[in-house]
């Protein structure tokens, strides 16, 4: 049986090892403070997103499938988008139009918990 949820889980949670170290040790006297700081915002919510994603499935509530593809989504949009656009200025690239994207995974995170809290406080409506 594959365990897509634990699977994509731990990846996130790896990335998010690799990409703060690589942040960390490789790109701390090539960005700005405030590029950094954007870097460290997106692995630390992979981290966050990669943990509770291992512990949602360990719910099996009926509406776990919906709660994971929204915050897998979610995450992946809001923390690449960061990383692109702070380290933009090492590629040589605008990339700006990214930006709204942020947002946009950060709304599909919050409607991936709100789901998940509807589920706990309204548990016999599915």
Known sequence: MLYINEIIG????LLSVILGAFGSHKLKNKLTQTEIQSFEIGVKYLM?????????????LDITVWVTALITIGTLIFSFSIFFLSTQTLFNRNLKILGPLTPLGGLLMIIGWFLLLFEFLFPYLN
């Open 10 to 13: 731990t990846v996130f949670c």
């Open 48 to 60: 966050y997103h990669g943990l509770s994603l291992l512990i949602i499935s360990q719910l099996y």
